[in-house]
């Protein structure tokens, strides 16, 4: 709502010892992970080789209707999507699981991540008579396991062959007659685990928070590089590929992911409220309440609030009406926008030295409004404190960044110049070293390329996803042999 | 969401000091006010005493699309409403405001509360051949206010000379072509309050939430039994029936009101924050962390936390996308509806002795699956501390109250029982006597009727509204006289 | 389609002899009806005294879905409405079967007509006390009956002592705890029937189509001034205000009702077809070819035909897709509303002498339109005919006629002028004498008002419905008392 | 509506001067193609090689709702398509246009008709690794057109090539960065048409009355085995494949075509009347009156009624409300399917020997009720008269005929049992001989395949499209390999 990071998918997917009313599942789990992506979603369901499959553009509510979901019927495997797309291209063929046919039979598909040699890809299946429907990375790597896979005598064997020419940011599900397959790229800049049910259902998912809903307990993450196969003999693992402890996306534990997950071995939750620890340590001012911008903000404030001593207390209300319907008025100045989703609970702050805790700061812009709505209420001293560093570089593995010009922190040169904007006393962020501590007891390494502009793997010199798409969409730009 | 205590509706009206979008306001304030009422919302709007009204079944997005909400057009007074009903009658007839035409014009109204002695007034005014389209007491008091307009020179007169025949509770505001009039009846069983925005327009609303919404500044509550008349000569207030302190409904602030709301004078996240506090002296326990149900306890949650010394922490996650449109899962005992909205945050929980507050426990059974989650999470021990009395007694005065027959507390003599139905270490409730110091600078008294069965008024010997209105859908067992 | 004069409603009512989805009959008969009011709907259902009712802005399948029908649960009587209103104002209050409460109990009205005098009416309840929720003249007559009802042994007794007071057009259905009453205005300005089905189900329509549709074979029509009861000792019939051989508005055969209907022992597909025979011996041309305008042109073409002796064929083709959800390009000259809606077949047209048919001329600007196409296809000739004589007047009794700036046959003085604007060689419009000569064997007589301006009873000097209506929407211009 | 015969698609592409709301106009043609397929739509837009399209299942009203529309902005070229699916699979990837992107940029393809051999076209690209998303025989069109792309200098050129691989029935439309190709099979199964707007467009249609609704005036049909190239350049036409007249599908002419449509030079509704006046020749009786069922018998009882000299007349109403919504009632006998959609004009029936025109009998029963209204409607003799021969023959070119094992004529050895069967008194079909004869100006011969069993080039000898659909859903009985 007041920030403009977005995650770009979650994927689930489920192998069911018999069939049933699988798709159920699925739902559930989509409503599980449906803050990783707004904007359309999708179930695939393999009854005894035949697939059916629904997907559109909207929340989980919107698309899955009581007939809708009926119409899924029975199954023993089905997978699930849900997305958000950085450009305005709600374009349908995007929407997964790409569900398609080749000479092997139906394979479906869920991808969460973002490659950076798509367009090498596409380029070299189009120069060969290949058909694309959408402008999504995800046909890519479609066309990179069929065309392996006439080779292969499996489909997990196709897959890993496919890997190495796939350089980027992947984790999967994939559906075929008879199998689940899961697969994280080799730095598992994106998380997926796995568990199982009480009635013996193999569930992946890309949190652990969509296992619990579902009923499942979590066995473990797949491995940064690992292929899992999933089918009646049981789960086959092929770590092939693994090669190092991974890069996971630090935003993940900052602001991403649900507070109630596991990643990577490490809670969630937990990282957060060390944020505000670490916070609270690096950066500490004297005041007589801390708060945090809901939802976000919340653990960390309670982080520091608890490393400080500084009581924790609640700053605003948010309301949970407000949804994609609201109708934005457009008459008058006194009916802003952040006045609507949050009010401020006055007699907390009256009078008050405010500590007040968010997980990042884009653009400023609203910063600087939930920051005044707090002097309106009469808060004594404002001390802003951000539980990661700034953003200045792009994200080429899944996040959308907003552009660089956007950026307050690419605008000002300095912490005191963007505190003068945002009408605080004093600001801070959580120092890049820190970010490496969040997770204790994680099991892999972080990227932290939007702080420091260093990234695990090779990017491209153009930019990054969206300008892609922006070209492909455009015949006339994109090859020269026009037609 | 896991209870079935409900308010009863919301109000607000606003009177602009010239012609706008007065809609677009009305529109923002019942989003403010849509915990108050989830079943059915309306607005009437003024223009020039040209009356546009539109009202529908489901929440405010579901009611009111950019379309609707255009449709109503300008003017300068404008009145809503959100509703929840007891009964399943949904009936379109009842959905407020209730915008009717009489001799001396179109008259809109609003209310908020429940009357005692609707049935006798509906009986009075048939017998002169009165016609009733709905099942609401509404509709009683409009009768009594049009009827009393015949000989009274103003309509805010005919709401004085009509309020000594209404007998129970109401907040209303009233809409005529040139006035905006609110009343509150004299014991104040449900808040109602105004304030003025920077450009002049005055507000009147069930809670002070709807006025920061809009922009406006609380001047101050309506008194219990006061009338105010805001028309272009300002603002008058007649008090000829106040006559006391007035007696709150408790549970204003306990649960119904939204935390940021201050009502007859008192912050109710304060008077939430106290009863956790008073918990944690009426019934301390030994214990590693102090967490809340989420939404309703976390603020009680917080006050035990900070009386007791124990570290307050988050327990639950809650889904915030589950709404209306999901389909509960028929398939399979492991997907319950508890795990799907609650998730526990099990590092916080597991091998803790858990004090967990509520703000009321009705029938038990949800109460008990959630136990059951901190169970499963590892919790060594969990306490239970209830932020109200135990409920016994039906509510005559527009809350609606689950029937005795289901109310564990009536079910059970003590609290061990209870303690052990829903299977917790330790179980308590706030004391009554608590109840009444919550709102420490609350200009009113409170009713407990709930709690002691000891009500202000008289109450009818017969089961309240909904009885009421099963009664009268049913000719053949409301008069005698049969057609 | 190309024509605006509206009939205003048609009605329907069900008696059971036992319990049933009786408002499945109410449905379809809705459907058969549809015709008569395309603007909005309703049906109520009795279940032993309890009503429950759904009605709503469109036509029958977008009010009733499945869901909605199904909720109307069982019964074994119920009636149904579907209306066309004048003003702009879809006011949901108006909507049809009203359904109020009252002394006695339950009572659900349906009306199709106008009254003259319900200003008259409403003003002296108003004096009263009495509340109205729409603009109507229903809810007049709803009025009336409660009222007389309060002195009366029944409700049949109660429309027997009303009817006097009710001036104007009126044929309704109302429906009780134990009853369905039919009852038609003395002059029986709009049609009313009844017929039983099979299984001795007792049905009243305004069309004997929608009897033909659930089966029921017709009894007879209502007399002009009868009440006809429906009780579970049978039908009854009470003929103290039948007085004359009626009024019934000519129109009905001309154009509203439906060809395969009888009214008043007429059949309205052969009083068409008379039409044309009358036309071709009043108005003879010689010509090629005799065609209508579809829909309500054909019959009357085929009388011509027969008549003359000239061959009937097709000319036109209408596109039976475009609906209401259809969106009007504005983009272009070459895509005309006419051209989209109807096409020529230009073989049957080319290098022929033309007869077209329709049944009226109201502004005459589509007819000049579909002149046109007749003449790119290539028509050597075009002579109109016209099936009704030119309207020239104002109807008071429920149908929308066109105001008079607007007439085509107010503006010009000469069927020659009118010939030369809509671009014919030659026109000539049905007498009025052979208008009444139309239903041969009808039991009635008819009002021929909007073409003569003599109508059987005193009109209102003012304007008919529609400006009422604007002025009791207004609160200013209605009553000197304001407040 | 009364009839299992199906038309399987209409298509729609304009190439305008200028840069336009082009979609505006294709939604038009596609409201006059309805009648060609209402399960599906779609249209795509060319705007300068961006391609944005939109489709979806249900009619064009249902797809394109304003929103829908006005999101496909400007363009100077598109296309459109109606679809009707044999199988129950309204698989949302089938529906077309099919937009794809391959090495030569974006490429829209829509499709009238059927391949008898795409399953051995898909094999072949599946084994070099291709992927399809539906499965429809469009894509196969996709595939051979893109793979010939590769090798040749244009899109015309690759269609040239790819055409001799493309075995059965394709009346399509393509459209490039830059240009708007049509072209039909050698046998020209399906009609298409060109024409041309006063402002410069050039249209494309399956049939001339969507040149008509656009303002379009007919050049000529596009030849059998033509390919047409529309550009900035002017209209370029290729006869390399147009090898004989062609033929037709005789149903066309009979049922599936817009009676003002003009096909392969002959007006359908002449050919029509011709079929009602052959079987006056053919099949005599002596009768009362001739009437024929909506729609699609009214052209030829005209026809039969000119050439007997019987008086034609109008013998049933359809009711023209009963769409897609309608909820069919399940309760009583009394409430036949028939009786709601059709009602008699007794007054024309009654004492009569009625001659009843129908275009075709697929399963009888329908029939059988219509024929069971007019005889409670009083008719004393009633003669079928069919205006096409008996089907016995499945069709392999788009038409879809119900299996075999349904059809009357072949459950039945003779006239004279289906005539009891259907209770006539007597029954007679139109030779196949006469068929030929019907569209005597036309420039193409006819396809009688689904009569006679003789088909103009070679048929699977496997069951057609609708089997193959459902193989290929189930990867298990397709391919040999499992995965």
New interface residues.
Partial sequence: MFNNLHEECGVFGIFEPKT??VA??V??AL??L??RGQESCGIAVND????THHKGNG????V???DK?EHLGMGNIAIGHVRYSTTGGKN??NVQPL????????LALAHNGNLVNAMEIR?S?????????G?SDT?SI??EI??N??SCK??EEAIKKAMPNLKGAYSCVVM????LIAFRDPNGFRPLCFGK???GAICVSSES?AL????AKIIRDVLPGEIITIDSNGIHSDKTHCKSNGNLCVFEYIYFA???S?IDGA?V??ARMRAGAFLAKESPVDADIVIGVP?SG??AA?GYA?ESGI????GF?K?????R???Q?N??Q??DAV??KL??????IKGKRVIMIDDSIVRGTTCARIVNLLREAGAKEVHMRVSSPPFKHPCYFGTDVDSQENLIACKYNSVEEIAKVIGVDSLAYLSVESTHKLAESASTHCCDGCFTGKYPIEVPKEQPKDKFEEK?????S??Q???
């Fill in positions: 049933s009313y159920q599942s739902y559930l409503y599980a449906q803050h005894d080789g035949v697939f929340l989980v509510p919107d899955f209707t009581q979901l349908i063929n569900v398609i046919r080749h000479i092997k039979g139906n380029k299946f189009e120069l060969n008579g290949g058909i694309f429907h402008t046909e479609a066309y069929v065309s896979r006439l499996s489909t075929t007659a008879t199998k049910t009480a009635d928070c619990d809903t579902v009923g649900r507070p109630d596991i809670s939750e937990h939802d919340l653990d309670l608890n009581p924790y207390g609640i209300i309301n949970r009406y407000i949804g319907s609201f109708i008025p008459q008058s006194r009916e006045r609507i009010n401020v609970i006055k007699e907390n492909i969409s455009k015949t006339s994109y090859y042999v026009l037609d």
